[in-house]
């Protein structure tokens, strides 16, 4: 079975600080990875998505997320926050044969100014 | 592209009530999911349909939930009775067999109270 554990619940950071969001999989399988972020009263928008190519992969609004088998990590990172980065953010996982998506519990993240 | 179109976006019904939940998915998508937010127990897959029929329903809490997709652009989801700790976020999500990668899209969400 495939599972996520995203460490943190809450993250603050400053306007224009790094942003470093940390998820660790397990997996039997070469797993698929995503990251999604969800504003307030919206659903979830896919920010980027790792599938077995490139283990440095870059998402939407500045974001990137790094895929270390090593370590089973895949942490959400962005050099400088802003303040419409404020939102929850989830890391999912799939496997490879299969459609569904298992979320972590979400990391909710505010941007101080 | 319209996205995935839900409705209601809010729900507010007595507990003993039976309550409908509705979903368009993209259109050309033959994935379609259903999943519940709370805060006690975060994102829930509910069901999946693949092509309009249910691959897995291991999620439904009870039978007092349903789940039906007739045809490619239209789903439902219901309660009957509901009770008060139906009350959640339901999300449809739906996605398209591309390169044997599930990636999702969601709609914005019903969010059900029950009093």
């Known amino acids: 079975a495939q599972s996520v554990t995203q460490l943190g619940s809450h993250v603050s950071v400053s306007e224009g600080a790094l942003v470093l969001l940390r998820c660790n999989y397990s997996?039997?399988?070469?797993?698929?990875l995503f990251w999604y972020v969800q504003y307030p009263n919206q659903g979830l928008q896919l920010l980027l998505k790792y599938t077995s190519a490139a283990t440095l992969v870059k998402g939407i609004n500045g974001f990137e997320a790094e895929f270390k088998k090593s370590e089973t990590s895949f942490h959400l990172t962005k050099p400088s926050a802003h303040m419409s980065d404020a939102a929850e953010y989830f890391c999912?996982?799939?496997?490879?044969?299969?459609?569904?998506?298992?979320f972590g519990a979400g990391t909710t993240v505010t941007v101080r100014a | 592209d319209a996205g995935v179109i839900q409705s209601p976006r809010h729900e507010v019904t007595e507990m003993g009530q039976e309550v409908t939940l509705r979903c368009k998915p993209i259109?050309?998508?033959?994935?379609l999911f259903w999943y519940r937010q709370t805060m006690m127990r975060g994102l829930e897959l509910l069901i999946y349909?693949?092509?309009?029929?249910?691959?897995?329903d291991s999620g439904m809490p009870e039978d007092r939930f349903s789940a039906k997709m007739p045809n490619a652009s239209f789903s439902t989801l219901k309660i009957q009775p509901s009770e008060p700790r139906d009350s959640a976020v339901y999300f449809c999500?739906?996605?398209?067999?591309?390169?044997?990668?599930?990636?999702?899209?969601f709609g914005p969400g019903t969010r059900l109270t029950v009093l």
């Open positions: 999500a739906s996605s398209q067999q591309t390169s044997g990668v599930n990636e999702q899209f």
């Open positions: 349909f693949n092509n309009n029929v249910p691959i897995d």
């Open positions: 999912a996982v799939s496997p490879s044969n299969d459609y569904k998506l298992s």
């Open positions: 997996s039997s399988v070469p797993p698929y």
């Open positions: 259109s050309g998508h033959d994935y």
